[in-house]
Structures are given as structure tokens and as C-alpha cells.
């Protein structure tokens, strides 16, 4: 498969919400097997006439902290080989978390374009809180403030990714 994007990020940012945004009505592939790095979740997309697979991760298990981080290094190592494109996800209504730090060292090391997303920017006002995730370091890919609910910076977004396609 080719034009594959991934959606990754600690849970609550909002990347299924995106995922749903992206992927609409068409019916999204259940990968059925359960656990930690193994639900995924796939659905085609389409934007200015280009399609592509999203893919939404997720799957946590409650664990130990050492269980945890080993659990966000397998999810973001298999979305980076998998996927041509990644899109790391944080809430911008929250600022850096300690495990938004937690993926950014791993997402860091990706051979792939990278975009941070910043995601809940429903207002102007929060908009303008996403320059501060440049502190995360992630290269020199770009930010893009968005509203997975309302839609808002999406095409951005979009436009961004199938420039890859
Ligand atoms: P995930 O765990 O990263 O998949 O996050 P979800 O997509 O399940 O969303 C977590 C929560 O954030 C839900 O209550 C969503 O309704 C909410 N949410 C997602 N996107 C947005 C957004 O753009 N703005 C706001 N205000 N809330 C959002
Ligand atoms: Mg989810």
C-alpha cells in the first residue's frame, strides 16, 4: 500500500475524532486484534482528488510507566514504518504534556515528514497557543492549529499531506 498517513499521539487529543473528520462515512477496517499496538484503525480519504489510507491508533493499556513507554514506542515505530506521512497530534488547550515529550523522543527520529497538530484550536485565541509546540523540537516540520470538531485548518492540513501523494 502507498499514501498512508498515521495518526498518533497520547489519548484525548482528538486524533479519532480527526480520523472520523477524514475518513467520513466510508466504513473504516477494524484491525480485530486487540492489545496494546494492535488496534488501529484504517479508513480511506479523499482530498483534491487524491486518495489515501488514515490510519488512527490508539489501544492503550493501563500498565506500568515502563509498560506505557514501551507501549508508545511500538505504536509510533509501527505507524512510522508504515506510513509515509505522520501526523503527531497534541492539545493545544493543554500545552506540553510529559508524555506529548514522551512521543516527540521517538517521533523525532522519523525518516518521514512529520507534521505536529494542534488540535482543539476552536477559537482565534487558541490558534495562536500552537507556536508554542515548537518547543517539542519535532525537526523542522510545521505546525497546524486545527479543529478536528469544527473542521477549521483542516484543508491546511490537507493540502500539506497530499502534497506527499
Ligand atoms: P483520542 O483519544 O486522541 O482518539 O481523542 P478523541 O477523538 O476520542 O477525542 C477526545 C475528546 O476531545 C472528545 O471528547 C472529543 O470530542 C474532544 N475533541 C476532539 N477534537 C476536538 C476539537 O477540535 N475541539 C474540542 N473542543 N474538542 C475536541
Ligand atoms: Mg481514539
Known sequence: MSNIVAIVGRPNVGKSTLFNRLVGERKAIMDDQSGVTRDRHY?????????????????????????????????????????????????VTEGIHPLD????????????????IANKADTSERVHWAGSFYALGIGDSEIFPVSSQSGAGTGELLDAVVSHF
Open 101 to 116: 515529550e514522551e512521543f516527540a523522543r521517538v517521533v523525532r527520529k522519523s525518516k518521514k515528514p512529520v507534521y505536529v
Open 43 to 91: 479508513g480511506r480519504a479523499e482530498w483534491i482528488g487524491k486518495y489515501f489510507t488514515v490510519i488512527d491508533t490508539g489501544g492503550y493499556v493501563s500498565g506500568s510507566e515502563d509498560v506505557f513507554e514501551e507501549a508508545i514506542r511500538e505504536q509510533v515505530q509501527l505507524a512510522m514504518e508504515e506510513a509515509n506521512v505522520i501526523l503527531f497530534m497534541v492539545d
